[in-house]
């Protein structure tokens, strides 16, 4: 003796919603009694949206609202399973409770991790690398109910919003294959997971809008996220119309030139008393702007080897060193001093404010880094002083650059805790990022990093990047003073 076949209801949209049906209709074990699907007038803003009612003749229903389809199964008691797919409604009680074995539901994002609209948009703008097909039983609540089974998807950098959409269909399909049977019949009850996660918001038409001062990753995601079948990232010309990027790249270094980008591409100069001060104090800075596409130039004032006492603490190569350091984080020395170590102040300061000025005249840089004027570092101050000397307002080239002061580990925090040696942050770079090269740019001068717990060992850099980064809400970070800004 055969049993009678298990009667469902398909409620669906999208493509995914037709690949379900189309795979329902192969199972001799399953009856599809009834699908409904929105109604054409009613699909404004559906990405994807099809007309099922061009396509299946019986047993088809559109429903204009959610409570159409309430009012068509309410007094039916024979149904063991809806199916709904491709829908963006919620559905409520009044309609969960008809089937024997609940609503299945599919999301396109790791359940309960990952709950809310536009699952696939986000997944691409969060910059996930991995993310799940899930089969679920639903509930009232967003994307909630026990688990049946759930499938990974990878995520390339190269993968547009519809080219995931199709992984997902086709992740979707293999798990309805191998688990909706054992779902009607309820050997699959399903798993609940309890554990915190996000709602990922519905977005609307103007997060659609590129901001071209973001950076161009960033850019390049939006233009993969809306690709089709959604409206697209977009941009307005001077006209008022919007005109729709359905897929770019990023260009080569050969397209960058001075003053691209909206003038984005900065000069940068960083006058330091010591090789080895520019990778301790804002190496991750440093390393950013010049991978951001930024003009990195170092001015060195001393070789910083003369004040050491004896010959094995001294490293010959330190210069070398400095050069190494440069090249890898493509960087430019501009210029390396050989004014006596810990002995600047035996040296007439228009000597180096002159060299300043010469580099502010070749460079125009838009910002300059100095050491904090409140360093421990006898030579640290000087170089404060005779950079802000040569980069004062009146001066005769004429640049007026922003000027960011920066802290050494074992020289800034080694000074007193009064005025006017106290280093107090009021700017912040994030090196998250960067912290891996960074931390290779300080291997270079292995020689000068010591043990903890001395500011210049790696854990005690590394905890001084984690704390400057919960001073302003990021990962890691270097911090800096702003002595001058100015818009002109």
Not at 120 to 138: N, P, Q
Not at 295 to 308: P, R, T, W
Request: charged letters at 25%.
């Amino acid at each position: 003796m055969t049993r009678n076949k298990y009667k469902i209801v398909l409620i669906i949209g999208l493509n995914c919603g037709k690949r379900t049906y189309d795979l329902l209709n192969e199972f001799e074990q399953l009856e599809i009694i009834s699908v409904h699907a929105l109604s054409p007038k009613n699909s404004n803003n559906i990405a994807g949206y099809i007309d099922f009612g061009k396509i299946i003749k019986k047993d088809f229903f559109y429903y204009n609202k959610i409570d159409d389809v309430h009012k068509k199964l309410r007094n039916n008691k024979n149904i063991d399973l809806i199916v709904a797919i491709g829908i963006s409604e919620i559905l409520k009680e009044n309609i969960l409770s008809i089937p024997k074995r609940g609503v299945l539901g599919a999301h396109a994002a790791k359940l309960p991790d990952r709950r809310g609209n536009s699952p696939i948009i986000w997944a691409i703008l969060d910059g996930l690398k991995e993310s799940e097909m899930t089969l679920f039983r639903m509930s009232q609540k967003i994307d909630d109910g026990p688990i049946y089974s759930s499938k990974k998807i990878k995520i390339t950098d190269e993968n547009t919003a519809g080219e995931i959409r199709d992984k997902m269909d086709n992740a979707l399909i293999s798990l309805l294959k191998t688990h909706v049977l054992d779902i009607i019949s309820g050997k699959n009850k399903g798993k609940i997971k309890k554990r915190y996660g996000i709602y990922t918001r519905k977005r609307n038409i103007k997060d659609g809008q590129l901001n071209l001062l973001d950076n161009s990753k960033n850019i390049l995601r939006k233009i993969r996220a809306l690709s089709n079948p959604y409206p697209g990232a977009h941009l307005y010309g001077g006209d008022g119309y919007p005109i729709i990027i359905e897929k770019a790249k990023i260009g080569g270094k050969d397209l960058m030139y001075e003053g691209c980008g909206n003038n984005f591409k900065k000069n940068i100069l960083c006058v330091v008393s010591h090789a080895d001060d520019e990778a301790l104090g804002l190496g991750g800075t440093l390393i950013r702007h010049a991978s951001e596409g930024d003009k990195v130039n170092i001015i060195i004032l001393s070789e910083g080897e003369d004040a050491k006492s004896t010959l094995n603490k001294k490293n010959p190569n330190r210069l070398n060193n400095a050069q190494e350091w440069a090249n890898n984080s493509n960087c430019n020395l501009y210029k390396v001093c050989n004014f006596p170590d810990q002995k600047l102040d035996s040296i007439p300061q228009i000597e180096m404010v002159r060299i300043i000025e010469k580099a502010m005249e070749d460079l125009m840089p838009n910002i300059v880094y100095i050491h904090h004027p409140g360093d421990m570092n006898s030579d640290h101050q000087i170089a404060a002083q005779v950079s802000l000397a040569a980069i004062r307002p009146m001066s005769y080239h004429k640049v007026i650059p922003e000027i960011r002061a920066f802290e050494t580990p074992s020289s800034t925090d080694q000074a007193p805790n009064i005025d006017p040696y106290i280093f107090k942050p009021n700017f912040y770079v994030s090196i998250t990022d960067y912290w891996d090269r960074k931390l290779e740019g300080l291997k270079i001068y292995s020689s000068e990093i010591k043990s903890n717990p001395h500011p210049r060992s790696i854990r005690s850099i590394k905890s001084l990047a984690i704390k400057r980064g919960a001073e302003s809400g990021l990962k890691m970070a270097e911090a800096f003073y702003i002595i001058r800004s100015v818009w002109k």
